[in-house]
């Protein structure tokens, strides 16, 4: 089954403490991003990734890294999280040459930071 | 820059009647496409339908059909025979013809009364 994956689901944690969310997609895309949502603003592009070991930030960037040593794995590092980056997560990908294809989302992730 | 905009935070629709949510759109790129996504009280995103800016006639997806007016910039969303199972929040939102970035309106959460 085609899809996107990520963990962990939901996630509470403290200020400062290092965590990574993992995101990983069976499709062989060449493009994976993040996107964080929050109530009245809709998504908002995080950074995206157009292959392997490229990466550019999208919107709001400040806060968050990414990595992408492989073609299938875009993970979201917050190397030193604060309550303004609790939120709801997606990782998103599709391949590269849009047209009408639309970004298959993952699940989400729940991020409380206290 | 693009920008979409979704004027009404919430709808309530009888069950088994239409409804139309409203999405328009501001960009300077001649070639686009639009998106429209469902996202139930579980959280995952669900994509629709989607207009590409080229598209002579409007998209349609069973009950789906996405009202595309370009010289309005309007690509409101169409549900007909509503069911308990539309309700949700619903996002639009668009990207370049060659760009994967999804830029998201604030949504709409619609409710199907019965």
């Known amino acids: 089954e085609a899809q996107v994956t990520q963990n962990p689901r939901y996630l509470i944690t403290v200020t400062g403490k290092k965590l990574t969310v993992t995101c990983s997609q069976n499709m062989n895309h060449e493009y994976m991003s993040w996107y964080r949502q929050d109530p009245g603003l809709g998504l908002r592009q995080i950074y995206y990734?157009?292959?392997?070991?490229?990466?550019d930030k999208g919107d709001v960037p400040e806060g968050y890294k990414v990595s992408r040593k492989e073609k299938r794995n875009f993970p979201l590092i917050l190397e030193s999280p604060s309550p303004n980056q609790t939120s709801l997560y997606f990782c998103?990908?599709?391949?590269?040459?849009?047209?009408?294809?639309?970004?298959?989302f993952g699940d989400g992730t729940r991020l409380s930071i206290l | 820059a693009q920008k979409i905009t979704q004027t009404q935070p919430g709808m309530f629709v009888q069950e088994k009647e239409a409804v139309t949510l409203d999405c328009t759109y501001d960009t300077s790129d001649p070639s686009y496409g639009l998106f429209w996504y469902k996202q139930p009280s579980s959280g995952e995103m669900i994509f629709l339908i989607y207009?590409?800016?080229?598209?002579?006639q409007n998209a349609t997806e069973g009950r789906y059909s996405l009202n595309f007016q370009k010289a309005r910039k309007s690509a409101n969303l169409v549900i007909s025979a509503s069911q308990l199972g539309d309700s949700a929040m619903y996002f639009c939102a668009m990207n370049r013809e060659y760009g994967n970035k999804l830029v998201f309106g604030a949504g709409t959460i619609l409710r199907v009364k019965s």
């Open positions: 998103a990908s599709s391949f590269s040459r849009t047209g009408g294809q639309p970004q298959h």
């Open positions: 990734s157009m292959n392997v070991e490229v990466t």
């Open positions: 207009q590409g800016s080229y598209d002579q």
